[in-house]
């Protein structure tokens, strides 16, 4: 199982990223994928969430700015990010939840500045 990010970079403060995550390796309809983010210093969190069924659920902070969706025809996930602040400055990790294993994608830098 192979996890592919892409679309990090820099952005301004208020401006907006889109990444990508293609799977390979496995059927990526039957699985929850999602976005997590560890910046310096800090514990990896989770940024958001959906479920092979479509549900999403988000960080509080990022509610309102961050978008996840999924293109099960593509084997690819994406987090649309708007109105992007400094602190969403992270690496940016996907993740496929698969019934017996969790898959990490290799990380994307993702720097807002101010």
């Known amino acids: 199982v192979q996890l592919q990010a892409s679309g990090g970079g820099l952005a301004q403060a208020g401006g907006s990223l889109r990444l990508s995550c293609q799977a390979s390796?496995?059927?990526?309809?039957?699985?929850?994928v999602g976005w997590y983010r560890q910046a310096p210093g800090k514990r990896r969190e989770m940024v958001a969430v959906i479920t092979s069924v479509g549900s999403t659920t988000y960080l509080d902070s990022v509610k309102g700015r961050f978008a996840i969706s999924r293109d099960n025809a593509k084997n690819t996930v994406y987090l649309q990010m708007n109105s992007l602040k400094p602190e969403d400055t992270a690496v940016y990790y996907c993740?496929?939840?698969?019934?017996?294993?969790?898959?990490w994608g290799q990380g994307t830098q993702v720097t807002v500045s101010s």
């Open positions: 390796g496995i059927i990526f309809s039957i699985n929850d």
């Open positions: 993740i496929l939840s698969s019934s017996s294993f969790d898959y």
